[in-house]
């Protein structure tokens, strides 16, 4: 990350990559971890644009929700009827709301120094990226633990005993109201950035907890 610092030409990125983020071999009860998790217009980060994004600072031990963020911001891409049913975010509410590139110093100083934590990497990496190149001309990039990789690859193990039982059972979703379920976690509604980043967040814990140890080195686990 310190290389990073040296070439990046707007300061924010360069205050964030001049925070290293832990060693490869750092246990991962260790890491300070953050969750992020973004609402959008749509799935495409070339057509679409981000509407919220909710970061959530905590550890193995504890989740201080009073260090938590939230932001509502005004996309360059127009609303669609089918992202609002998702999101509930109104025009009214963008139409108030600052761009992105005003709250991304904030943003980025709450993921300084912290391994990020997702679910689903293949939307909060390259629409964030993009986000950032748009604005600053550069790239955000970083490595992130992907909750929904995680699962995919602890039933991918267990395929042997898919394949016994695939005609009497369903495929595994691995979305994140069904991956919690399995872990007996409470159901929170969907599609809010800050809720759904807690929800990653207990997840992961209780990933860790059931499937690994706590001296689990990140490395094993990012992506």
Not at 66 to 76: D, I, T
Not at 103 to 109: D, G, H, I, T
Not at 157 to 162: D, I, T, V
Not at 185 to 196: E, R
Request: proline residues 7%; contains cysteine.
């Amino acid at each position: 990350m310190g290389a990073c610092a040296q070439l990046a030409c707007d300061s924010r990125l360069e205050r964030f990559y001049s925070i290293d983020i832990p060693a490869p071999q750092t246990p991962i009860a260790d890491a300070p971890l953050v969750a992020l998790d973004m609402e959008t217009t749509g799935l495409s980060p070339e057509r679409h644009g981000i509407v919220s994004i909710g970061v959530l600072p905590f550890t193995l031990q504890r989740i201080p929700l009073a260090s938590r963020r939230y932001w509502v911001v005004r996309p360059r891409q127009p609303l669609s009827e089918e992202s609002i049913a998702f999101h509930h975010i109104t025009h009214s509410e963008i139409a108030t709301a600052p761009d992105l590139d005003d709250v991304l110093a904030a943003l980025l100083e709450t993921l300084a120094g912290r391994l990020v934590v997702v679910h689903y990497r293949n939307i909060e990496r390259p629409f964030l990226d993009r986000a950032v190149r748009t604005r600053m001309g550069e790239r955000l990039l970083f490595p992130m633990i992907d909750t929904m990789q995680l699962e995919a690859s602890l039933h991918r193990k267990r395929r042997w005993a898919w394949l016994k039982r695939l005609a009497r059972r369903p495929s595994t979703s691995l979305r994140l109201a069904e991956s919690r379920q399995r872990y007996h976690l409470p159901f929170y509604s969907g599609h809010h950035a800050l809720g759904d980043a807690l929800a990653t967040a207990e997840l992961f814990q209780a990933q860790i907890a059931r499937h690994y140890s706590p001296q689990t080195p990140i490395s094993d686990l990012w992506c």
